[in-house]
């Protein structure tokens, strides 16, 4: 049987576990594309602006072309602004394509366009988050929310659940340790336990529908 745990992170991921990769319409995995695409995710959801907004953009970004870092910094200050506005991402446009230029060169400069040799240089979770903060548009925020998902394909980063995360866990009466949380679901299902906590701690009815499901 169950323990009433492994109940609400199963309901978790069956309501809520839908990584914002995914939503995205990236197809995550170890390679620089996709890795650089939720990069650039994760610059767009680190903004004070609604996630699925952020997730729109991302999609826009990616519909035009701007899929990795040679075609973004190819890309005009301008067209980068059309397409975030296409996404619905009007407030920050302009930053964040300043942004999302800059940080495409400095991805080219320093790691010819591919996170894996950031990753090599790292040699760690905490020296990832210090390179990955380096990056313009990404902050703490922003580092949390890459390692959140690539810990799906970067198993050294496994458990990462970042504070938000956790506050999650808090509300749905979830134990606030990683270690304890990473037990309740299979390895390969983190990234949407950490997601879908993300989601509770941003949204009580959220949390409310989780419990209501679990204790159905």
């Known amino acids: ?127 990832e988050k210090a390179l990955l903060r380096e990056v313009p548009g990404i902050g703490p925020t922003g580092a949390d929310i890459f390692l959140r998902e690539a810990q799906g394909v970067w198993p050294e980063c496994r458990p990462y659940l970042d504070a938000k995360a956790l506050a999650g866990a808090e509300r749905v009466g979830l134990p606030s340790s990683p270690s304890a949380l990473a037990k309740l679901v299979e390895e390969k299902d983190l990234p949407r336990l950490a997601a879908a906590l993300v989601r509770v701690a941003l949204d009580k009815k959220a949390a409310d529908r989780v419990r209501e499901t679990a204790a159905g």
């Open 1 to 127: 049987m169950s323990s009433k745990n492994e109940t609400l992170a199963r309901a978790l991921l069956d309501e809520l576990g839908r990584t914002y990769a995914a939503e995205a319409g990236i197809r995550l995995k170890d390679s620089p594309q996709p890795l650089y695409q939720l990069l650039v995710l994760s610059v767009l959801l680190s903004a004070r602006i609604r996630a699925d907004i952020a997730v729109a953009a991302a999609r826009a970004l990616f519909d035009a072309g701007m899929k990795d870092a040679r075609h973004m910094a190819d890309a005009t200050w301008q067209q980068r602004v059309d397409a975030l506005g296409e996404g619905g991402y009007r407030r920050y446009d302009e930053r964040t394509s300043t942004q999302l230029g800059k940080g495409a060169e400095l991805m080219l400069e320093k790691y010819r366009g591919d996170l894996r040799r950031l990753r090599d240089d790292a040699d760690g979770t905490e020296r």
